[in-house]
């Protein structure tokens, strides 16, 4: 299945934000947040933010090892510190499991 085990035995979870519009370092504080979140299991893939359209909009792509990494990494952001605090500013938030595509250059 590939949601449990990609061909290198990874899944992706993509989280989807709207922040506040009172938050104007809120870029910052997502890497520092990300950055403290990653682990052995649980791998930061990229982080975007909107350039047109809403402008308080990021997607992060994690990568996990395996799918019961995805509810501990979720776990820590909600009982950290620094998660905390960032979410106060978060106004929407979406998380999503993706399995790759035969023809995806992530497997």
Known sequence: ???????DGGTYEMW??????NNADWKVSLLELATTLQGD????CGAFSSVFGPMGSAVLIWRHQNLDSAPRLQDKLFKS???QQFLSNVMTRQSKILAPTPFSPWK
């Open 81 to 83: 510190s620094e998660g």
């Open 41 to 44: 299991q649980t791998q930061l």
């Open 1 to 7: 299945d590939p949601v449990e085990n990609s061909t």
């Open 16 to 21: 989807q934000l709207g922040i506040g519009p």
